[in-house]
Nanobody, 121 residues
Framework: QVQLVESGGGLVQPGGSLRLSCAAS????????MGWYRQAPGKQRELVAD???????NYADSVKGRFTISRDNAKNTVYLQMNSLKPEDTAVYYC???????????????WGQGTQVLVSS
């Protein structure tokens, strides 16, 4: 059984900062990519940023220069530092991991339960 547990969401004023964390636990053999997605009301879930085991990163154009993704491989944890937040960043943020469970042969996607980020004055 694998769990991804997110933390760090909340209410912040425009221009403020938040840091999201997501820790993966369970019978994990290896994790390839960890990332963050978000879903705003009435919109499709979209990729915010992801990072490979080796540290290669990928960002949505809308967050480049404002958000930074990082990862602690020893702790199976991924972080998302969000600066200069805008009202349009309001969404439920989901952690994602492409990982291999112990005894398995291929990667599968796992998701966290989501954490709400609300940017409002």
């Amino acid at each position: 059984q694998v769990q991804l547990v997110e933390s760090g969401g909340g209410l912040v004023q425009p221009g403020g900062s938040l840091r999201l964390s997501c820790a993966a636990s369970g019978s994990i053999f290896s994790i390839y990519v960890m990332g963050w997605y978000r879903q705003a009301p009435g919109k499709q879930r979209e990729l915010v940023a992801d990072i490979t085991t080796g540290g290669s990163t990928n960002y949505a154009d809308s967050v480049k220069g404002r958000f930074t993704i990082s990862r602690d491989n020893a702790k199976n944890t991924v972080y998302l530092q969000m600066n200069s937040l805008k009202p349009e960043d309001t969404a439920v943020y989901y952690c994602n991991a492409a990982l291999v469970v112990a005894g398995a042969q291929k990667y599968n996607d796992y998701w966290g339960q989501g954490t709400q980020v609300l940017v409002s004055s």
